[in-house]
């Protein structure tokens, strides 16, 4: 079967001048659909047919025919059924053929992906139709007009969703059998729609359409391989989540493992597409089917030849946390919570780079009370070493003989607190699933909180904390420190009762030092860190 592609592409367009060939995301928008038709398999010949010499010559070093358009062809006026009808009898004279199928295709709909046109021709080959024409389903509620004025053109009002099919052409593809195609027509007798994904049905008509699909050619593949449990915690998913709502423009996919279901339960919240896996066998066999970008790897630490692996499947590799022998071969490597990590051109280390959640770019710091009376206890998404239920005690030591004083315990997902007894009494709240802890944070005087990333969150607001650290890795970070206005006590697990408590009395007796830790605290630029890390990971 022969089947020829007729690209027509004028030299002349009014709304956006040179339209054919500007460059659009580096490459001229004739490339596109050039690239489409030669990328679908079917076809045996394509043709672009043109007025204009410097179209016929960019064509030319694509590798297709051109023909050289009549002036009489090129007019404003002219449709599209004489130029088509003008390539084909051309084509069939040079190739010395008949086609059996002919395919008009627009330079101007750059959107359109090969798979679907391939999809469409061989859905038109089965079928029994003469002609195919390119729609997207846009039901609306729309009015008429006539000399009485406007009417609507429904019988009911309805929601979008229940309105019947209003199919658009889209211009993308135009399939026909070389019978019907004439110098006034290209219509068959028989004749159906093909819909198309909306978000390939653009065709560039103004500066706003152009606006659209440069953004839309603009995107990545972007993964998140990313895991969150009891015993890492939960801030690799939430940083991951955050990072992805500002990348929010590009094609985001989380890739996590199917054993981490504190993480996977949060992934399945944020709505983003997600893929789960065994090990990191099935996540290379997974990239190996996924046209893939970027990988955000959000795990710790990684082996030189994990990530070696990775970038045979993507163009550019980015790791969080990272402290293994991967760092080198990542193309960027973001260690916001080291600020003594490496010294390599890759890393990028300390506060600069923290990725706060969203809620925090939006609140001012708070003010510091005279007299402590709200006390935040929080210890991250899984609190493995069980730091609230030493707080817990304190909490009900100090409310026993403090009545002004209110103790809040935001519970982790994970974490039992009916089991580890720890339960709500008049000064005391035991709240778990909170969505927006920051609601939470503004209200507090004092916070006890481990060595993570939430030190960076109450820093933002200026709360005067207590840490006290999970395990040895996180006393790494070491941005929750005196000079940073923390009061960081340690490894928690070994810190003495007697240690806490007397920290404790010493911060709510001494409003001063509430002061100059709030101080200290509001002093760094933190909400500028997620758009470091955006361009980073971008390679802007």
């Known amino acids: 079967m022969n089947i020829l592609a007729v690209i027509p592409a004028r030299g002349g367009s009014k709304g956006i001048p040179r339209k054919n060939i500007r ?36 064509s030319k070093n694509y590798g297709v025919d051109t023909i050289k358009r009549d002036a009489g062809l090129a007019k404003d006026i002219t449709t599209l059924d004489p130029v088509v009808f003008d390539a084909v009898i051309k084509m069939e004279e040079r190739k ?84 019907f195609v004439k110098d006034n027509t290209r219509m068959g007798k028989n004749i159906s729609v093909y819909e198309i994904p909306i978000e390939e049905s653009t065709d560039i008509d103004t500066v706003n359409d152009w606006i659209i699909c440069e953004n839309q050619l603009k ?39 199917q054993k981490c279901a504190e993480g996977l339960k949060k992934i399945q919240e944020s709505k983003f597409k997600y893929r789960i896996i065994k090990n990191d066998d099935s996540f290379f066999n997974f990239l190996k089917s996924h046209k893939t970008d970027i990988v955000v790897n959000d795990c710790l630490d990684t082996t030189a030849e994990y990530i ?53 770019l939006l609140e001012a710091p708070v003010t510091v009370s005279e007299k402590v009376k709200n006390v935040l206890v929080l210890f991250g998404g899984t609190d493995p070493s069980n730091l609230t239920r030493k707080i817990y005690r304190l909490a009900l030591e100090v409310t026993k003989s403090n009545k002004e004083i209110t103790f809040t315990f935001l519970i982790p997902l994970s974490y039992d607190h009916k089991k580890n007894n720890i339960l709500n009494t008049h000064n005391i709240k035991v709240i778990s699933h909170v969505n927006r802890v920051s609601t939470y944070m503004k209200k507090a005087d004092i916070a006890f909180t481990s060595q993570g990333r939430t030190v960076f969150e109450l820093a ?64 760094h630029d933190l909400k500028s860190g997620i758009n470091r890390v955006k361009n980073i990971i971008l390679g802007e």
């Open 96 to 179: 010395n053929k008949k086609y059996d199928i002919v395919i008009t295709l627009q330079p101007t709909s750059p959107l359109l992906k090969s798979e679907t046109l391939e999809k469409a021709l061989n859905d038109f080959i089965k079928s029994k139709y003469d002609t195919y024409i390119s729609v997207t389903n846009n039901p609306h509620l729309s009015w008429g007009q006539s000399k009485k004025g406007f009417y609507p053109l429904y019988k009911k009002r309805v929601n979008r969703q229940q309105l019947p099919p209003n199919y658009i052409e889209t211009g993308a593809f135009f399939i026909t059998k070389r019978q």
């Open 308 to 360: 070696l692996k990775l970038k045979k499947f993507a163009e550019r590799v980015i790791s969080f946390e990272d402290l293994g022998s991967g760092i080198d071969a990542a193309d960027a490597v973001i260690n916001s919570l080291y600020e003594n990590s490496y010294k390599r051109d890759n890393v990028f280390s300390g506060e600069k780079y923290i990725c706060l959640k969203e809620e925090f």
């Open 23 to 58: 460059i659009i995301n580096n490459k001229p928008l004739i490339f596109y659909v050039i690239n489409n038709a030669k990328l679908c398999s079917q076809i045996t010949d394509i043709v672009v047919s043109s007025d204009d010499d410097e179209i016929i010559e960019i």
């Open 219 to 257: 995107k990545k593949n972007i993964i998140f391989r990313v895991d969150g449990h009891k015993t890492i915690g939960m801030g690799h998913i939430y940083r991951c989540i955050t990072l992805a709502h500002h990348l929010i423009f590009h094609n985001i996919t989380f890739v996590t493992k």
């Open 460 to 523: 933002c607001l200026g709360i005067p904390s207590i840490v006290l650290a999970q395990n040895q890795r996180e006393q790494l970070h070491t941005f929750a420190n005196m000079e940073n206005g923390f009061l960081n006590l340690g490894l928690g697990k070994e810190v003495p009762y007697e240690t806490i408590k007397s920290t404790f009395d010493l911060l709510i007796s001494t409003n001063k030092v509430r002061q100059n830790m709030h101080n200290l605290m509001i002093k």
